[in-house]
Structures are given as C-alpha cells and as structure tokens.
C-alpha cells in the first residue's frame, strides 16, 4: 500500500488566496483525520470523518475553513480566504475504525505571505 | 474539556542515560493511549502503543506504562543513542476513533 498520500507537498500563496489540500487514505480505512501542527499549538485536531460523514469539526478553527470526504478514497481541505496565520504543516491522518492505529501521510506545508 | 498534557517540552539526556516523558488525560473513558515519534521534517510515526487493560509494554529499549487511576501514563526510553532524537508526541482516543495528542517532547540526545 502507498500509505496516506497527500498533496501538494508545499504551497505557497499570498494572503487572501483559496488553498485546497487533499488527501487520499489508506485503502480499506474508513477513518480520516486533519491535524495542523505549529511549533505553539503541538498537533491540533481539525476534522474527523467516519465513512466518509464528518463526527467532529469542533476543532476547525473559523468558518474560512472547511472540508470534504466525498467518497471514501480522497478528502479535502479548503481554506478561503487564507491568512499569514494559517501558515503551518497540515496532515491526513487514517486509521481502521476500531483498530485505532493512525497512519499519518507526509504532510503539506502551507505559507502564506 | 478534552485534553492531553505532555511534560516536559523539552528533554536533554546523556547518549546512554534513559529518557522518561510523561503524560495525563482528562476523559476517563479513553482506552487507547499511542506514541508517536517524528524526526525533522518528517511524519509522525507511530512507534509503540498502550491499550487501557494493560499496564506496562515493552519493545526493546521503548516502554510504555499506564496509570489508568491517576490518568497518567508514561514513555521510557533506556540506553538512549543519537537516533533517538526526534519530537515525541502522546495522545489519548476520545469515544469511538477520536485520537488528541500533547504538545510533544523535543528530546536531545548528548554526545
């Protein structure tokens, strides 16, 4: 398997700019998670899916933010419009509903200048 | 509300001596405690993981034990080498899937 792949790798953009990350989980995983990471927050829970139904957005930080599963092999993360304060690592994460176990994809890093 | 706490945000430790991080959780009901460790640059990797029936696991240098009392648990690393330097990164599964991590612990090992 490919593992957790994501895209793209790097962004940069200026501010105000709609960014789109996307993510393709693991298959047969039926769950999917966005993490952000920065160096001051650690590793913060965005979204969750599960079969492809959004649980828990409680950590999507405002409404410029927001995401998609449309079907169980790619989900996506849009930002609009975009702020130097988004800048950071974002992750795909999925895992096996029950098993636990939580595979993270390479991650994207997004700049906004 | 939901919460990992992870001590301390950074550790510095000899080449050889052992490396203790500890962790506390708020949701009782959480019974799947993981660790992640993620080099420069790089993803975080799961390298050992805990379910709340047990107490202590081991796997070579890396133990992990559980206090599901006092909602702590704790990563040990024994005899530690310079690849083990990395950020360290707890968590805690919230209900079904849900998985919330700590801050991390940037661990330096010294030559």
């Known amino acids: 398997d490919a593992g957790v792949i994501q895209s793209p790798r790097h962004e940069v953009t200026e501010m105000g700019q709609e960014v789109t990350l996307r993510c393709k989980p693991i298959?047969?995983?039926?769950?999917l998670f966005w993490y952000r990471q920065t160096m001051m927050r650690g590793l913060e829970l965005l979204i969750y899916?599960?079969?492809?139904?959004?649980?828990?957005d409680s950590g999507m930080p405002e409404d410029r933010f927001s995401a998609k599963m449309p079907n169980a092999s790619f989900s996506t993360l849009k930002i609009q419009p975009s702020e130097p304060r988004d800048s950071a690592v974002y992750f795909c994460?999925?895992?096996?509903?029950?098993?636990?176990?939580?595979?993270f994809g390479a991650g994207s890093r997004l700049t906004v200048l | 509300g939901e919460n990992v706490e992870q001590h301390p945000s950074t550790l510095s430790v000899q080449e050889g001596d052992s490396a203790v991080i500890k962790c506390t959780y708020s949701d009782s009901a959480s019974n799947y405690f993981p660790w992640y460790k993620q080099e420069l640059g790089k993803r975080p990797q799961l390298i050992i993981d805990i379910r709340s029936n047990v107490g202590e696991k081991k796997d070579q240098r890396i133990a992990v034990t559980l206090n599901k009392t006092a909602k702590h648990f704790s990563l040990h690393i024994t005899e530690t080498q310079p690849e083990d330097s990395a950020v360290y990164f707890c968590?805690?599964?919230?209900?079904?899937?849900?998985?919330?991590f700590g801050k991390g612990t940037r661990l330096h090992i010294l030559p």
């Open positions: 899916f599960n079969n492809n139904v959004p649980i828990d």
């Open positions: 994460a999925s895992l096996f509903s029950g098993a636990n176990v939580l595979t």
């Open positions: 298959s047969g995983h039926n769950s």
């Open positions: 968590a805690a599964s919230i209900g079904d899937d849900k998985i919330i």
